[in-house]
């Protein structure tokens, strides 16, 4: 069964960077069969997607806010999906998801479209 484990979340100053990750922990997959992504949630706001890669397609997308600051990667050999994230903001102060998806959800950033969900890990950008 697939079971997403997040890590890295974090207290950082703004400015300062974190690396998430998220590991399949019950098999090996192959990334590459699934559409990723990342999403947050802040209290009192909807979940919103941060940055994905459909499946088939490869390429990054992200949401504005996040446009070169944050990198999503992925690595078959270490079952592994990664949000770099820099130049942290206090705007990104939220709850981070990481989700698989066997199928294109359509559109990627409808989060209720991912089967699978991590349990998330908190990252909180303060002085």
């Known amino acids: 069964q697939l079971q997403l484990v997040e890590s890295g979340g974090g207290l950082v100053q703004p400015g300062g960077s974190l690396r998430l990750s998220c590991r399949n922990s019950?098999?090996?997959?192959?990334?590459?069969?699934?559409?990723i992504g990342w999403f947050r949630q802040a209290p009192g706001k909807e979940r919103e997607a941060v940055s994905w890669?459909?499946?088939?397609?490869?390429?990054?997308y992200y949401t504005d806010s996040v446009k070169g600051r944050f990198a999503i990667s992925k690595n078959n050999a270490e079952n592994t999906i990664y949000l770099q994230m820099n130049n942290l903001k206090p705007e990104d102060t939220a709850a981070y998801y990481c989700?698989?998806?066997?199928?294109?959800?359509?559109?990627?950033?409808?989060?209720?479209?991912?089967?699978?969900w991590g349990q998330g890990t908190q990252v909180t950008v303060s002085s």
């Open positions: 890669i459909r499946r088939g397609d490869g390429s990054p």
């Open positions: 989700a698989l998806d066997p199928d294109n959800p359509d559109p990627p950033v409808s989060w209720a479209s991912y089967d699978y």
């Open positions: 019950g098999f090996t997959l192959n990334l590459d069969d699934y559409a």
